[in-house]
Every structure is written in structure tokens, then in C-alpha cells.
């Protein structure tokens, strides 16, 4: 059984390759996460690194954290993937559904340091990807959006049919990915069949940056599962 790392952001996507790559027989021993190097937040979903910490304990798969700047990013990257060799993990699996550049990355960095890559959702129609993800029983929340597309209102709405419907009238307008692969959104997910406890968030509050709305989660505690 090949033993890997899941390249974690706490969003639906890299959630559910994780899932998959379970359910295909690989061994997934760390969650592996790249955060700003004032440790405040994590890079793209801007979530502070307790709110994963915490959803790692919810999943049960340890987490690590590596701290860098966009311009050694990659190279702390690399370092990180180094370290997890010496624990004997030898590939990673990569949550990325149709970007190119993104796997073109993926594939560099990955041969830079020798381990093999593994893209579960590569390919697969977006639209279709959320529906599998609800149907599976994961429950996410929008923790990030786009201003110029979803009001603050979303920030901790549940990715369900209605918001698959909002996506859809989007859609209608403008130019927009389902699964936010373009950055539109960002999800954490809470609860779901990887999961050994739920994730409940207590406190939070709404944050606009830079043209984007960000849900600053204060306070989650782990709960246990209904049944």
C-alpha cells in the first residue's frame, strides 16, 4: 500500500481526492498545508491554521503545516515533501480538477523530489463533482467568495442544491467554474464520511479584503456524531 500525503486546503475538493484516493487503497498519513510565514493564515482559503488543525482532529489524519512566502513558496514546498520522505510517505494526492498550470506544478515539483503524484478528480466535470460530493454526505461551508459574485450572506452557507442553484443563474452571466477552480469560492469542510467527529464553528465574523469576503472563523469545537 503506497503511503501519501493529501495537499490540503480544509475545501471540498481536496476532501473529497482525499476520499477517493482512500477508497482506491492508498494510504493517506498527513494532510499537508502551506500557510503565510506570520502563521495567521493559510494560502487561499485564508483560514487560520487552528481551524484546520481542529478539522484534522475531526478527520482523524495528522496535519502538517509549512510556513512560506510567495516568492520561496515552492521551495518550501519541496522542503516539506522532503521531510514527509523521511516518514517513508512516497506520493501525494492533489485535489485540482482542470487547470493546467496547476498540474504542470504539480508534476515539476513532485519529480523535482522523486515522489509520485496521484489526481483523482483530474478531468471529471465539475458540475458533476459537487453533485457526488453532497450525495456522499460531506458537508461544506463557503468560507471565501468573490465579492462581485456572492454577498457576505453566503460566507457559512452549506454547499446544497440551492447553492448549486445560484451557481447555475451565475452562470448565466458570467464566466464561472463550478467548483471555483478560478478562485470564485473557497469551502471548509465540516463533517462527512472521512470524518471521525463533526467540526462545529461557535463564533465567527464576516471580513471584506481586497474584493473578497472572508468568513474568520473565531471558535470551533469538535462534536460528536449524530447516532
Not at 186 to 193: F, I, R, S
Amino acid at each position: 500500500m503506497e503511503e501519501v500525503f493529501t495537499s490540503w486546503s480544509g475545501g471540498k475538493d481536496c476532501c473529497l481526492a482525499c476520499y477517493r484516493a482512500v477508497a482506491q487503497g492508498l494510504k493517506v498519513r498527513y494532510l499537508a498545508n502551506m500557510v503565510a510565514e506570520d502563521g495567521k493564515r493559510s494560502y487561499s482559503h485564508g483560514l487560520a491554521p487552528r481551524v484546520l488543525e481542529a478539522q484534522a482532529q475531526a478527520i482523524g489524519i495528522p496535519l502538517i503545516q509549512q510556513r512560506a512566502r510567495r516568492d520561496n513558496y515552492e521551495e518550501e514546498f519541496k522542503k516539506m515533501l522532503l521531510s514527509l520522505k523521511d516518514e517513508g510517505v512516497s506520493g501525494g494526492v492533489f485535489g485540482d480538477i482542470d487547470f493546467n498550470e496547476h498540474r504542470q506544478w504539480i508534476e515539476r515539483v513532485c519529480g523535482d523530489v522523486a515522489f509520485t503524484f496521484h489526481l483523482p478528480l483530474w478531468g471529471e466535470e465539475q458540475r458533476k463533482l459537487l453533485r457526488e460530493f453532497i450525495s456522499l454526505g460531506f458537508i461544506a461551508i463557503v468560507v471565501a467568495a468573490k465579492a462581485e459574485l456572492f454577498s457576505k450572506e453566503w460566507l457559512g452557507r452549506k454547499v446544497d442544491r440551492d447553492f448549486l442553484d445560484h451557481l447555475e443563474s451565475l452562470s448565466k452571466t458570467k464566466d464561472v467554474t463550478p467548483c471555483g477552480e478560478a478562485g470564485e469560492y473557497h469551502t471548509l469542510v465540516v463533517d462527512g464520511p472521512l470524518f471521525e467527529r463533526r467540526l462545529e464553528i461557535l463564533r465567527s465574523r464576516r471580513v471584506l479584503r481586497e474584493g473578497r469576503w472572508f468568513l474568520s472563523i473565531l471558535e470551533v469545537e469538535l462534536a460528536d456524531k449524530p447516532g
